[in-house]
């Protein structure tokens, strides 16, 4: 709960409203991704019992390289635009500016950056195979049209959940979802073959329609704010090409450690069958680390935007009221996996060599250990700290590029990323609490820590009756 011992009594009241806002977007954000992880496992659980396993390795892969594009080419916007959200909804002349100066350049931007890759990689004649669709026929508009629909749809949606209009978002991104599966399906069970343009085609196409519908919300809720003249300092454009470089490199920092950059390494040093069977495998631990993305990310957006200019006992409060959550969660997911994971995945890739299980659960682990980062950044960035989280990570980034030169062992590698990671990220929290009086927020009550534990043990032992 929050704390409201300190801070004016305007700022007490100012706590409580946003308290129930951040709780409704929590539920909302839940209840999206549980419904969209359920379609999103169906489908990849069908497609890996269906179609051919390369097939299914290249189309892994080539979703994870290209989502890798668009999180270079958008540079950070979505995470840019946390600090001056309030400036930018205070008016309509306001939005209009965020809209016309910074949400539209960012369209052309990922168009530009998308087309001149494609054409890069169509004069690079040894890419990796699962990038030769792209460079025939119309892989290169293609390409294009599904890095600017996808990182449009990544930046409106941003900004209706800075709004707290998470309904609506959750409601629209499990629509896009089913509409995408259905497509697939419903054309196959028509006579169409798997291919990989029956996977990506109607994907681009449901995005688009996606990007126009949550335009229409945009919109509306910009015809909700009130009139009045332009407020927007002139400072703003600096700070936040300020703001969105350190958040840029950030993201390059944590790439590396990303299933968009993982799965194509996998596909390019160990084969398309191999990935096949890690994006599988990614299909389950992105369900449990998407969850905790989908469910904390928008709602620590959007609760670091709003107390930016409060307290420092006020932000430490609504912080820590956060963070216990989103904490509380990955340790359950991580008990879960741990107890039951190597059980799980057993039922559908069968016995595995125990290095290749070690692999896979270091992979995993790393994904999840991931999400331990999602609102310190989402705080520095919102305090507009982020050359703090910039540094860090840069220096993670090359310790850990340093040892894949060194080994020749993918395990120890992969390993030895984690522990730098874990260092990485209890440096961010020393940060935290030395910039932002923020102590640090994991202590569980024991009876809270059995619950998860008690789940998991129950899980395995009906999976062993199975």
Known sequence: MFNFSNGTPEEQTFLRRLKSSVITSLLWNAFESILYQIIYLS??????????????GTYGALFAFIYLII?????????????????FSE???????????????QAFLLASIAYALGLFLYNFSYGPRFIIPLLHGWGILCLVIFVTTEGMKKNIRALLQLAFQNKKTAWIEIANIFCYVSTVWIAHQSGVPFSLQLLVVPFIGVSFITVMVLSLFLYGY???????????????????????FFLFINQMGNVLFSSNFLLPLFACQTGLQQAGMMTFVNSITFSFTIFIQRVFGPSGAALFARTKLLSLESKRSAFSFLYRKCWYLVISLLTLFIVNGKQLLSLKLGEQPLSL????????????????????????????LAHY????????????????FVSSSLMVTLLCCCIVRLITFFCLTLIAHITCGISLPYKLP???????????????????MH
Not at 45 to 55: E, N, Q, V
Not at 71 to 87: D, H, K, L, Y
Not at 389 to 402: E, G, Q
Not at 446 to 459: D, T, Y
């Open 43 to 56: 489908h990849h659980a069908a497609l890996f019992y269906t179609i051919d396993r390369t097939l299914y």
């Open 71 to 87: 999180m270079f080419a958008n540079m950070s916007f979505e995470i840019g635009v946390i600090p001056f959200f309030s400036i």
């Open 91 to 105: 008016t309509k002349q306001n939005f209009r500016h965020l809209v016309t100066h910074y949400l539209l350049p």
């Open 222 to 244: 910009y015809k909700k704010l009130p009139d009045g003249k332009n407020t927007v300092p002139h400072s703003i454009k600096k700070r936040i090409i300020t703001n969105r």
């Open 357 to 384: 299980w070690v692999v896979i659960y270091i992979f995993s682990l790393s994904h999840v250990l991931e999400t331990l980062f999602l609102l310190y950044d989402k705080l520095f960035a919102a305090e507009e």
């Open 389 to 404: 989280t910039a540094l860090v990570n840069s220096i993670s980034f090359l310790l850990c590029v340093s040892i894949a």
């Open 446 to 464: 024991l009876k809270k820590l059995l619950v998860p534990f008690a789940v998991s043990l129950i899980i395995a032992v009906l999976i062993k």
